[in-house]
């Protein structure tokens, strides 16, 4: 959808901010010229606070986000004909790394913008844009510390090559933590609620108000997040990945209470406008834009038409969706419920093993897998056009964010925005947090959570999947923990999430080591004239389980890149393990 924050100062901090931001303290930099804008220049009124504010929502995740499921057990490139070296465990210390360098990109922008503001007057503008700074500022150290641990912290911005900021020695991932939470407790404080910017982007907004900015739920469901991993990093993980002292309790609470948070305040709900359609609608055209949907809590914008482009998404549709480069694995399927509530190895309607067909997957199952993957028979996309439909395949094709033939004839440039924060993510996070604290959840707890997502998927038919219950879970022999994992796993899949989570409950160590495995292998079906592949027990075989391993020694953090170190004048330290 369009975009309506001032796209003018958006495309201006985008043809300078290299130049401003990597390098402004220099002596050419420093003088005021005609032809070149610099900070003297640039930092006058809010207006332009806030131009640089809006160089900072590149940072808000997008398409490449629900690429992170193939470093986990849910997904793999069947199409690439290669496998992720995170997920089998095969990856080598790169000299390199994108994550650190864009993340303290946007660390050292959002530190330009507070340090200038404190040159610009007051007024409530000014504060919204130091509140928007701050919360990108957590998201990038959330995203350095969830992947390397200690990091170090710089909190100013850093004045020249000389700077002694630049040789900060990595600090302890809890001091960082607790930097993540100020910044977004003032981001939450100083941001409009989600009903008092634009619900659509159909209507220019007022600066600082148009839909697609950081509101302050965003602010707290992104603390929830946060504490979340951080609660089960501290509870189930020790050395060498985490010294130290631990206290999941603190982060677990502040998990719990900023999720509720945002449910009590009640500006969003989970999507049902399209009924029995709706989980999957959600991710499509009809689950766009506030006022539309009151589930997005924040979205990556890309734009209305080809006229008014905000960012090119990537082509994500035909390699990801269509082609089996981001494609589900039978780790998913055999993950989800049957409808009777139960798991495969539980539930008399198991299908496991005893497949007639492909489509016997997808029987009285959990609605949202049939939801998330296609199925024969199902709308699909042609190069040929027409009304093509899905046919057969030996692998499961993931169809989260597919918009339709008419998009896969013009991609990349499709322009379904990309949900980042969803309202069923707190549900989740706050079901979650309640059990780790408590060791134990009520109906009550289940009800205004976890059971308000089976609702949406069952259209509120429960024979198509019952509610969670303490009785239900004891009567049958389940283990609460488990399912409310289950339910974050199925809810959440190929949006990025399961990779993360493996880490923090510190169940990588299991899931990842094992083979990557597709559909059941029919012979004599008509795979459009593929080959037939390797398979281990009349399931098709991707990767054999001799060729994935997971280190607990090193893989629950990951490398520092070597030319950071090199750089560092021997202040940064590689993580253990590595080498």
Not at 140 to 157: E, H, M, N, Q, S
Not at 377 to 387: L, T
């Amino acid at each position: 959808m369009k975009i309506d924050y001032n796209k003018n100062r958006f495309m201006l901090l985008s043809l300078f901010a290299a130049a401003l931001f990597a390098g402004s303290c220099t002596k050419q930099l420093e003088q005021n010229t005609k032809t070149v804008i610099t900070d003297p220049v640039f930092w006058k009124n809010t207006n332009d606070l806030m131009g640089g504010v809006n160089y900072l929502y590149q940072s808000v995740p997008d398409f490449g986000t629900p690429l992170d499921d193939l470093n986990s057990d849910f997904a793999a490139n069947v199409f690439g004909g290669t496998f992720n070296t995170i997920s089998d465990g095969s990856r080598n210390v790169p000299s390199g790394d994108g994550n650190w360098n864009n993340n303290y990109a946007y660390i050292r922008a959002a530190n330009n913008i507070l340090q200038k503001a404190a040159g610009i007057p007051d007024d409530a503008l000014k504060t919204y844009a130091i509140a928007q700074a701050r919360f990108f500022r957590a998201l990038a150290y959330f995203k350095l510390v969830r992947i390397y641990g200690d990091v170090p912290y710089i909190g100013r911005t850093i004045t020249g090559r000389d700077d002694e900021a630049l040789y900060t020695p990595r600090s302890d991932r809890r001091a960082v933590i607790d930097s993540i939470y100020a910044d977004l407790d003032f981001a939450a404080a100083n941001s409009p609620q989600a009903d008092e910017i634009s619900g659509s982007t159909s209507t220019t907004g007022q600066l600082g108000k148009e839909y697609g900015r950081v509101t302050r739920s965003a602010a707290l469901a992104l603390k929830s997040r946060v504490a979340l991993y951080e609660g089960s990093w501290e509870k189930y993980h020790g050395e060498p990945e985490l010294k130290g002292p631990k206290d999941p309790t603190k982060h677990f609470t502040i998990a719990r209470d900023a999720a509720l948070t945002v449910m009590n305040e009640g500006k969003h709900s989970l999507f049902t406008g399209t009924g029995a359609m709706s989980f999957q609608d959600l991710f499509r055209y009809p689950g766009e834009t506030y006022s539309k949907n009151k589930e997005n809590i924040l979205a990556r914008l890309y734009g209305k038409d080809i006229q008014n482009v905000v960012a090119n998404n990537g082509g994500y549709m035909r390699p990801y969706n269509t082609d089996g480069q981001n494609a589900a694995t039978r780790a998913f399927v055999m993950l989800a419920l049957y409808s009777d509530g139960l798991p495969a190895g539980k539930s008399p309607l198991d299908s496991n093993g005893k497949e007639t067909g492909l489509l016997t997957d997808y029987q009285n199952r959990d609605p949202r897998l049939v939801l998330t993957l296609f199925k024969v028979g199902d709308p699909y996309a042609s190069i040929s056009g027409g009304n093509p439909t899905y046919r057969n395949t030996y692998w499961y094709h993931q169809q989260k964010y597919w918009t339709g033939q008419a998009d896969f004839l013009i991609s990349p440039n499709i322009f379904l925005d990309f949900i980042a924060i969803r309202y069923g993510e707190v549900l989740l996070n706050y079901a979650e947090a309640v059990y780790e604290l408590n060791g134990s959840i009520s109906d009550a707890d289940l009800d205004k959570s976890i059971n308000l997502l089976r609702k949406r998927a069952t259209n509120n038919d429960t024979s198509k999947l019952p509610l969670l219950t303490n009785a239900f879970v004891n009567a049958n022999g389940l283990n609460m923990r488990d399912e409310i994992r289950r339910e974050r796993s199925i809810e959440l899949a190929y949006e990025g999430f399961r990779y993360w989570d493996l880490l923090r409950w510190k169940t990588a160590e299991i899931e990842l080591p094992k083979p990557i495995l597709g559909r059941k292998y029919f012979d004599g079906l008509d795979y459009g004239g593929s080959t037939k592949p390797p398979m281990l027990n009349g399931y098709v075989l991707f990767q054999v389980a001799d060729k994935r391993k997971f280190d607990t020694q090193k893989d629950y953090l990951w490398p520092l890149p070597t030319g950071q170190i090199g750089l560092s004048n021997g202040t940064l330290t590689q993580n253990p393990g590595w080498k």
